[in-house]
Structure formats: C-alpha cells, structure tokens
C-alpha cells in the first residue's frame, strides 16, 4: 500500500463490496498505491473515490475470470490515476480548449435566512428559474443581479419550493442534521450504499471466451449528466457495445460528452413517435443491460420499468440510478451532483461561515457511476452462475450518506503527496479535434489501459448495435 493509504481503505472498498453481494475473500486480490492529496477536502473524498474505483476494477476482474478460463486477476488501484479520473469533466480538453462545468446562474445565492444552491445548466432548467423568480427571460447578464435580489426576498425553502414547483432546480442548503430530519432524508439514511434484486428466475447467462469481461455485451445507456455516463463509459472500456439514446429535444452539452462519451456511441430517437419507438424496440430486443437515469418512474410508460422490461426480455441487467432514491416525498425531483451536496450536508461542512462550499470534484457522480459499473459488472456475474434478471438501483443521495457517515479518511489525507494529473491524461484525434482526456482508473492484470474510441459528436450516430 502507498504511504498514505491505510485500514479505512479496505473498510470502504469492503462495505461496498458486501453491499454488491461479492465475495469477500476476493478483496485481497486488491492492492492501493501511487501518490495521493489529489482530491483535498474536509470529508473523506479520496476515500469515497478508491473505494467505488476498488470494487468496480475488482468486478469487472470477477467477471473476467469465467470468459477467459483463469484466476481472478490482482487488481492494483493507483491513487494519481483515481484522483485524475474524478477531476476528468474538469481536465478534458478539445484542441487546448477547456470548458466551464457551471453556467451563470447555477451557483449558490444568498437568501432572506440562509443559503440556496441552483442548478441551470440547460436553457430548459435556466428559463425556469427565472419564471419562478420573476426574472424577464430575456434579462441576459443582468439576470445574475436579478435573480441574487429575488432570492435574497425569500428564505431558502421558499425558493426551493417555487423553483421545483415551476420546474426547476433549487435546493436550500441544509446541515447534516436538519437533511437528517427530514422525511427523504431519514429514509435515505435507512438504504444501504446501493441495492441489488434478482427479478425471476430466467436461464443462466454462458459467456464466450474473451479477453474483456464485456466484450459482445449490448448496453443501451439512457443517462445524462454525469453519473450515469461515467458508469456506462466504464462498460465500454471493458468491451461492452454501448449506445446511448436521448431525445433530440432534450439539449446536451458537447463539451460534457467529449469526456463521458470515451468508448460509446450516440443517437437521439423520438419515443413518442412511432418511427422512433420502432427503431428503439429493435434495439431493446438485443439488449444485454439497460442504465436508466431520469427520475423515477419517468420512463414507465415507455415499457421501460424493471418489472416490464424483465417481463420482455428475461436475463437483462437493468441499473437504475437517481438524485434522491427510488421513495420518498422527494424521489421524483429532479437533481445534480451539486444539488444533492447542498441538500444533504456536504455544501457547509466543506464551506466557511461566509459561505457554502463543494468537494474538490463531482464526487457524488463519479463515485456513484464507478458503483453502478459495479453493480452491472456484478449481475452479469451472478447471471453466469445462477441465471435471473437483475436489477441494481444507486442514488446520489445514498452516495453522500455513506460519504457523510461510513467512510473515513487515511491518515494524512489530503496533505499531497506528488500529485500530477498530467500523468494521468492522453490525447488522442477526435471528430472534435485533438481531444484531451483522463486516462481511466479501473485496471487489473491483463486489463485494458485506455477505450478503443474517442468520444464523437454527441447524437450523430446511427441508432444501430455494432455501428463504425
């Protein structure tokens, strides 16, 4: 183990392995190492970041052993290499060019008795906004100043209400006892990190020989920003044929796909139009897996809640993920990384007493994507062996609960230890231009080191498996 790394580490890769339903003896196979402090911070990030990475190599060398005959492979996590992965959405480059995560107006605000965090990244989300509050559309910059007076009249739960109720993104921040108190809280707190079920009881899955755990596996990703798109990034590097599906009306950021679209494929289809539900349909009868990303229940009349999708096509992994957890007064809502750090407690005790503050990265999305990798590269392991439809449900807010109170940081942590992401980034041509991105952290012997593709222009694939 690297200087820095000590018994919390094996604890945190530990309870999630147990929560992923594994054997626990397999955990020796994995080593820590390389140098540290590249994910500074009060709570123990660095902690949360080589655990999810640990458990996530550690399944896909489970699942390598069956399609290649051999021992389970050592699996070695690097702490630069974890660090570098985790900062990735804010490393990646187009031809030297790098792009700003957050828009204006999502921020954190000053309200009548507190603090208030938003969310607006999207014209849809940022258009909201501005109708709850009262702010002309139209207002350009000056809708920064318009939008501080406007919540500076309100407390923070009233613009939180006022922002969800017109369909927005707004969440007061809150300590980690008052989100305690609160219903979905209390109920978040009750969920172990992640949950796993088997559906029915369909034919074990037989794997062909292959160097890569996924290799011949169709995964159809129906996530956006950012943990679900990690999660599926994943997959495709260990050999998956993975295609990701959005509406054509739905807005997605380029320069965010540019980093989450390594090793994938994109394509928009109309499900509501009978064209493009065929088109979908042909491709969810050749599914192996399905990620879903929107809130719960978005999806279900589309055919696509677990129970009718394992229904249609026994023997899928289905991987669900969400802001707030599958229940609850608040598992419909709408949510992001930041969103759910603000909520849950995370926002102040990484702030000062002048302000909120924010881990040192995405934290809450990159651990949850590299746990749902897990989750799916688990189930297809369990399908080997005992055959059923499987399903696997990950929240961002149980995420930050474990982060809050199950995991703790090494001695020392934090302090920096030679970090270098530089180390850590390749380059690479793209449809884009000289792309500009962080290498991935799930290795075990014999793995692969980097995709197969580049990200490319999102949406602008044929909708079809196996495409070029």
Same mark, same amino acid.
């Given at each position: ?302 055919? *696509?809640?677990?129970? =009718? #999708? !394992?229904?249609?096509?026994?023997? @899928?992994?289905?991987?669900?993920? %969400? +802001?707030? &957890? ?64 499987? *399903?696997?449900?990950? =929240? #961002? !807010?149980?995420?930050?609960?474990? @982060?809050?109170?199950?995991?703790? %940081? +090494?001695? &020392? ?56």
């Amino acid at each position: 183990m690297g200087s820095s790394v000590g018994s919390s580490v094996a604890l945190g890769a530990s309870q999630a392995w147990v929560a992923l339903g594994a054997d626990p003896s397999l955990l020796d196979r994995v080593s820590y190492g390389g140098p540290s402090g590249g994910l500074p911070a009060r709570l123990p990030v660095m902690e949360l970041a080589r655990a999810t990475v640990a458990v996530c190599s550690l399944a896909a060398a489970e699942l390598t052993s069956p399609r290649t005959g051999r021992p389970v492979p050592r699996v070695r996590v690097d702490d630069e290499a974890v660090a570098a992965a985790f900062l990735s959405d804010r490393l990646v480059r187009v031809d030297g060019r790098a792009w700003s995560a957050f828009a204006p107006l999502s921020r954190f605000w000053r309200a009548a008795d507190g603090w208030v965090r938003t969310h607006a990244n999207y014209p849809h989300h940022r258009a909201r906004l501005l109708a709850a509050l009262g702010v002309p559309g139209d207002a350009g910059e000056a809708a920064v100043d318009a939008v501080a007076r406007a919540v500076a009249e309100r407390t923070a739960l009233e613009v939180e209400e006022a922002v969800y109720a017109a369909g927005g993104l707004a969440v007061a921040v809150r300590g980690p006892g008052e989100w305690a108190r609160t219903e979905q809280g209390a109920l978040v707190a009750e969920r172990p990190v992640l949950t796993t079920a088997r559906l029915d009881d369909a034919p074990r899955r037989v794997l062909a020989e292959a160097a890569l755990p996924c290799a011949g596996l169709r995964v159809l990703d129906l996530t956006r920003v950012l943990a679900g798109p990690v999660a599926t990034r994943t997959l495709a590097l260990l050999g998956a044929d993975v295609l990701r599906i959005d509406a054509p009306w739905l807005p997605e950021s380029q320069e965010a796909h540019n980093d989450t679209g390594m090793g994938k494929r994109s394509a928009t289809l109309d499900l509501a139009d009978p064209t493009g539900r065929r088109v979908f349909e042909a491709l969810l009868d050749e599914a192996d897996v399905v990620v879903t990303g929107y809130r719960p229940g978005a999806l279900d009349r589309f055919g *696509l809640s677990p129970e =009718a #999708l !394992a229904e249609r096509r026994p023997g @899928l992994v289905i991987a669900q993920l %969400s +802001a707030w &957890g599958h229940d609850g007064p608040w598992h419909e809502r709408r949510g992001f990384d930041s969103l759910v750090q603000a909520a849950t407690g995370i926002a102040q005790l990484e702030g000062s007493p002048d302000a909120p503050g924010a881990l040192p990265a995405q934290a809450l999305d990159h651990g949850t994507g590299y746990l749902l990798a897990a989750g799916v590269l688990r189930a297809l392991t369990g399908q080997h062996r005992t055959g059923g439809s499987r *399903l696997v449900r990950l =929240a #961002l !807010a149980r995420t930050a609960h474990w @982060l809050l109170h199950d995991l703790a %940081s +090494a001695p &020392g942590e934090g302090e920096g230890d030679g970090f270098d992401a530089g180390r850590r980034l390749a380059e690479t041509d793209s449809p884009m231009g000289r792309l500009r991105h962080a290498l991935p952290p799930v290795a075990y012997e014999g793995g692969p080191v980097n995709w197969a593709r580049p990200a490319g222009v999102w949406g602008a694939d044929v909708p079809v498996w196996g495409g070029a």
